[in-house]
C-alpha cells in the first residue's frame, strides 16, 4: 500500500473519530447531562453537593436521609426549621443554638445551587414547597413510576425516600442510570 493511500486512510479514519466523539459532545451537553458527566468523575461540584454538616447529619439524619441542601430553596428549608413542633405529623424541636445552626446551613447552601439543581426550582411560581416531591421537577422525573412499586411496597413507602432507590443518594448523586427499587429492582425508563 503506498503512503499516499495509507495518509488518506488515516486521515478518513481520523476525521470520523472526531466526528463521532464531537457528535457525543454536543448531546451530552443539549441533553444536560454535562452536570453528571463532571459529577461522576468525583469533581468539586459533586463534593459540594455532599451533605457535609456535621449537626445536620447527626439531628435530622438519626430519622431520615439528611437531604442535601440544594434540593429545596432556602424559603422551604426556613419553613421547615420553624415549624419543627409539627414536622410531618412528629415533634422534632431542637434547642434554639441546634435549629439555628441546621437552618444557617440549609439556607445558605441552597442559595447557590447549581447544575441539575437549578432545574429543581424551576416552575415554583413563587411557592416555597415543605416536600421535595411537591417540586414539578421531582414529579416529571418520576412520574413514570407506577405508584405500586412504592404505595403497595413494604419496602418502600413513599418516594420520600431518596436513599432507598438511589444509592449514592447520600453523596448528592441521584442518577436515574444507578435507581434500584427495593423490592422490584433496578429500574430503567
Not at 49 to 66: F, P, Q, R, W
Request: overall charge negative.
Amino acid at each position: 500500500m503506498s503512503n499516499r493511500k495509507i495518509m488518506t486512510l488515516g486521515s478518513v479514519l481520523m476525521g470520523g473519530i472526531l466526528i463521532f466523539s464531537l457528535y457525543g459532545i454536543g448531546n451530552t451537553i443539549a441533553s444536560g447531562d454535562i452536570d453528571r458527566e463532571w459529577e461522576g468523575r468525583g469533581s468539586d461540584i459533586n463534593k459540594s453537593l455532599t451533605v457535609n454538616n456535621a449537626v445536620y447529619i447527626e439531628e435530622c439524619g438519626s430519622c431520615h436521609m439528611a437531604y442535601p441542601a440544594r434540593m429545596l430553596p432556602p424559603e422551604s428549608w426556613r419553613k421547615i426549621m420553624n415549624g419543627l413542633e409539627d414536622h410531618f405529623d412528629e415533634n422534632a424541636e431542637l434547642d434554639n443554638e441546634t435549629k439555628n445552626i441546621i437552618e444557617k446551613y440549609l439556607t445558605g447552601s441552597s442559595k447557590y445551587s447549581n447544575g441539575k439543581y437549578r432545574k429543581m426550582f424551576r416552575n415554583l411560581g413563587g411557592q416555597s414547597p415543605l416536600r421535595i416531591t411537591e417540586l414539578p421537577y421531582f414529579r416529571h422525573e418520576h412520574d413514570e413510576i407506577p405508584s405500586r412499586f412504592f404505595k403497595d411496597n413494604d419496602k418502600l413507602n413513599s418516594l420520600s425516600q431518596c436513599d432507598a432507590c438511589h444509592r449514592n443518594a447520600e453523596k448528592g448523586w441521584f442518577d436515574e442510570d444507578d435507581v434500584f427499587i427495593p423490592g422490584v429492582g433496578r429500574w430503567d425508563d
